[in-house]
């Protein structure tokens, strides 16, 4: 199994190259963005030393599906995708803040709430919460995009106060936000699952807000399976995830957080195997899709071929 570890491409009318923890992004004429999903796999803010074969696959082609189910929302940055693996954009603006999304209260929201939070980002929290539990009603936890070390919780007053986003734009994002978020919790419901928690991008271009970025995949979502949910919160039992949890799990049993000092367990081939299958299985659950192996096993060959094609018939 062949997987993309790194790329090194030079595009036709290329003008710049951002390599990040799992895609390398080549700017094209300064107006267009290839966005190449690689298989590298990151955790606890590491890049772990062993890509995973079709993880750049999975995620792509799940932010490819929900993208387009979700165009009539708002525009979206696709232009096309012209490999199982990459997507090529119009080049936007970001916004200097991730619209963080929660219908339940998971991850980062409970471990606020258990230390005896009741605000998060701005948002009071009713009392009497259980891990996992369902908010009243979504809320919008966002948070500031480093350009180094972690993302930090801001309110969205502070957002406003401080320029990061004007009053009229930020508003329009959280309408935004909530209006996918719905959208992604029924197509969830359909395949048996519950949309928890999730995060979306958006960049401005020409005045029009655009979504950018992947939506609703296992790296920027979180998952519970629906069927047993409500048994397993009322016994106080863990949830069924559908995420890349298991590989934190796996870090965690084998005495790695990231922390200083700490060394990231050997990923043998079975590892990475088991990695990639979870992640297949993933994409099949999500998208009700069977997942498609790539034809050619040269998949840097293939990924070139493919986007010096699409670029030609972009830029004539």
Same mark, same amino acid.
């Given at each position: ?9 030079n595009?036709?009318?290329q003008?710049?190259?951002y ?6 992004v080549?700017?094209i004429?300064n107006?267009?963005l290839?966005m190449v999903?690689?298989d590298r796999?990151s955790a ?6 062993r ?5 750049g696959q999975?995620?792509?082609?799940i932010a490819a599906?929900?993208?387009k189910?979700?165009?009539d929302?708002?525009p979206?940055?696709?232009?096309s995708?012209p ?5 090529i ?8 803040v =991730?619209m963080v999304?929660r219908g339940y209260?998971?991850g980062?929201?409970w ?6 939070g009741?605000?998060?980002?701005g948002v009071?929290?009713p009392e009497?919460?259980?891990?996992n ?6 809320i919008i ?7 180094i ?7 969205r ?12 734009d930020?508003?329009q994002l959280e309408?935004y936000a ?6 992604g919790?029924e197509?969830?419901r359909?395949?048996?699952?519950i949309l928890?928690?999730?995060k979306?991008?958006?960049g401005k271009r ?7 970025d992947?939506?609703?995949t296992p ?18 039992k ?9 590989v934190?799990?796996?870090?965690i049993e084998?005495?790695?957080?990231g922390? =200083?000092?700490?060394q990231v367990?050997e ?6 195997q088991?990695i990639?299958?979870?992640y297949?299985e993933l994409?099949e659950?999500?998208?009700g899709?069977?997942?498609?192996y790539?034809a050619?096993?040269d998949?840097?060959a293939?990924v070139?071929t493919?986007?010096s094609?699409?670029l030609e018939a972009?830029?004539?």
């Open positions: 199994m062949s997987a993309i570890r790194e790329t090194n491409f595009f036709k009318k003008t710049a190259f390599r990040g923890k799992v895609r390398d080549y700017t004429d107006n267009y290839v999903a690689s796999i606890f803010d590491v890049v772990l030393p890509a995973i074969p079709y993880k999975v995620l792509n082609q599906k929900f993208l189910a979700t165009e929302i708002l979206n940055w696709v232009i995708v490999d199982p693996s990459v997507t954009g119009k080049m936007c603006e970001p916004f200097r =991730e999304i209260l998971s980062h929201a471990r606020t709430y258990r230390d005896g009741r605000e998060l980002c009071t929290l009497g919460l259980r891990e539990d369902k908010l009243p009603q979504p936890t966002p948070s500031t995009k480093a350009e070390g972690h993302d930090e919780d801001i309110s007053e502070d957002i406003i106060a401080r320029g990061i986003v004007n009053q009229e930020y508003e309408k909530h209006a996918l978020f719905q959208r919790t197509i969830a359909e395949r048996g699952l928890v928690d999730t979306y991008e958006f020409d005045g029009q807000i655009y979504l950018m992947e939506i609703h790296d920027s979502s979180r998952y519970f399976y629906a069927e047993g949910y409500a048994e397993r919160q009322q016994k106080g863990a949830q069924k995830q559908l995420s890349k949890e298991f934190r799990q796996w870090l084998n005495g790695f957080q922390k =200083e000092g700490q367990p990923m043998t081939d079975e590892i990475v088991s990639s299958e979870r297949i994409f659950h999500i998208t899709e069977k997942f498609q790539p050619s096993d998949v840097l293939r070139e493919n986007v094609k699409a972009l830029l004539d």
